[in-house]
């Protein structure tokens, strides 16, 4: 199954799990849509690290009166602002933003994504847009990223002040250890037994040159079933474990026991360099990459919120620092209550 079908149906059950509630509940959820104006926008970010020219990218702005905060979403690889859309929902309270990282979405030919750091470089270009907007500027400005995304905002954020707060859902440590587990699933079949693919730690050690990366992405998609699709595929190296030790802002990160691309201690290990106040949350029966929001909704969004929340009131200031939980959705967590503050 490709990222984006993974995506879509995410969204499905996001929204049905928001909906159970009865008609006249829904009513009061979509009130909101009513209360939004959607603003559509054009900005410019630096093309990469070697090159200071600027490309284009769009993004979409929600604006709600009397929000308290204003939220940016960051979405993942091979999906785009569209294909998140109903993440908004999950901000109804606050202003929210989404908009297409390079080689994704609109205005996307010859562009070329490297996973995360020249991502980056759109994320400071957003982020300083929203600082600028006149409906906008005013208000607390926090990123929600997942995967790719997740990890552009931590590298943003190393290198400019840009947020009061950051959610980071799936964040993986390095390219380094992105690849490693890619190589260790190259395996072919000889005799029934499993080895593996010869030549793999010579294509490691030039894994970031980009006559090997089209060799390396062929065998990625034959043998470990990654297949970068339509995305104009350049892996660049990128160490978000290592950037997060220059932030400083609150930060909540999301993981899951079973995601190959972001396993638990790719998550931990990033989580491990904040430098401020910081919470973990590591769910232990997540299926795969990206899963927690699929399976937990409910629980994800009362989390999230809260966390927005204690950023906006700065009551985190009182708490106790750093706390990882690693838990299971439990029958007395009142769901019916966390249904209505989506709603509310």
Known sequence: ????????????????????????E????????????????????????????????????????????????????????????????????????????????????????SLGRDESYDVTAIAEYIKKHPDLKNTPLLVYGFSMGAVAAIIAQAQKNLFDGMILDCPYDSTDKLLDRGFKNLKISIFGYQVGLPGTSLLRTYAYNSYVQSMLKALLRSFSKFDSGPINLCVAPAYPEEAIKYVKVPCFFIG??????????????VYKGAQGFKRCWIDPDGRRHFDTLFRQTYKYIYKVDRFIKKVINSSYKQLVQEKISKDRPQSHINTAYIAQKVVD
Do not use: W
């Open 26 to 113: 829904q009513k009061k959820a979509f009130r909101f849509f009513n209360d939004a104006t959607e603003e559509s926008i054009v900005f410019y970010a630096r093309e990469s690290l070697t090159s200071p020219k600027k490309i284009a990218r769009k993004a979409i702005i929600i604006k709600r009166p009397k929000a308290k905060a204003t939220v940016l979403i960051c979405h993942g690889f091979m999906c785009d602002k569209y294909d998140i859309s109903l993440l908004h929902v999950m901000f109804k309270d606050y202003n929210s933003v989404a908009f297409d990282f390079r080689a994704h979405g609109e205005e996307s030919e010859g562009q070329c994504c």
């Open 256 to 269: 899951c026991v079973n995601d190959d691309k972001a396993p638990e201690e790719a998550v931990l290990s």
């Open 1 to 24: 199954m490709n990222y984006r079908m993974v995506y879509f149906i995410t969204m499905i059950y996001f929204m049905q799990s928001v909906m159970k509630i009865n008609a006249y």
